[in-house]
């Protein structure tokens, strides 16, 4: 039971190259979210997979898409990369998006954008 | 609109010194509210929750927190801090946020030292 599993651990890109960021889990769980982490601001959500075929934005999706792909796998998408796209990206499942759901991280993407 | 304060950036403590974090919250209705931590290179990891009920809450690895309604606060603490409790701990709340869904949002973190 690996619980969610995050790949690649580390990339650098160069601005206006695309990459796509993975993401898996194995706890059956029918919720998924994106968030990036940036020094001093804690975690924001970039968007979520309340259940399998649905995807909705966050606080801040601008400059990514996603894909659930089924309901282990929910990819992140950055077309163009920016240098304001620096930072550390989490992946998290819960069972459902109700308020009290707990969510399980994987253990980050590193995005360095030059 | 929603918020949650985590007023230390940083704090170091020595080992078996006991320890508090705190949180502070801005939440309309009655909150869910969490403490997560994130060891370096890691993920988060959930400590404990509170949802209603008692207002003192255990966690794992012998951490506990206080719901205080009137201060608007959900403050972490634990007796005797382990080197290995160095990391940076998250206080979250639980937000609606559209389609009826909710969100978690963090405070900024806090950062704990543990000196031998």
């Known amino acids: 039971n690996a619980g969610v599993t995050q790949t690649p651990k580390f990339q650098v890109l160069k601005t206006g190259q695309s990459m796509t960021l993975q993401c898996a889990q194995d706890?059956?769980?029918?919720?998924m979210y994106w968030y990036r982490q940036d020094p001093g601001m804690g975690l924001r959500l970039i968007y979520y997979?309340?259940?399998?075929?649905?995807?909705d934005k966050g606080e801040v999706p601008n400059g990514y898409n996603v894909s659930r792909l089924n309901k282990r796998e929910f990819s992140l998408r950055l077309e163009s990369a920016a240098p304001s796209q620096t930072s550390v990206y989490f992946c998290?499942?819960?069972?459902?998006?109700?308020?009290?759901?707990?969510?399980?991280f994987g253990p980050g993407t590193r995005l360095l954008v030059l | 609109a929603q918020s949650v304060t985590q007023p230390d950036i940083h704090i170091t403590v020595s080992e078996g010194a006991s320890l508090e974090l705190r949180c502070n919250y801005s939440?309309?209705?009655?909150?869910?509210l969490f403490w997560y931590v994130q060891s370096p290179g890691q993920g988060l990891q959930l400590l404990l929750k509170?949802?209603?009920?008692?207002?003192l809450v255990q966690g794992i690895k012998g951490f506990e927190a206080e719901f205080k309604r009137s201060q608007s606060s959900f403050n972490l603490r634990k007796p005797s801090v382990h080197w290995s409790d160095a990391a940076e701990y998250f206080c979250?709340?639980?937000?609606?946020?559209?389609?009826?869904?909710?969100?978690?949002?963090f405070g900024a973190g806090t950062r704990l030292a543990v000196h031998p």
């Open positions: 997979s309340a259940s399998e075929g649905t995807t």
């Open positions: 706890m059956n769980h029918n919720s």
């Open positions: 998290a499942s819960s069972e459902g998006a109700g308020q009290g759901e707990t969510q399980y």
């Open positions: 979250a709340v639980a937000a609606p946020f559209s389609g009826g869904y909710n969100k978690l949002i």
């Open positions: 509170y949802f209603s009920g008692d207002t």
């Open positions: 939440y309309g209705a009655t909150p869910y």
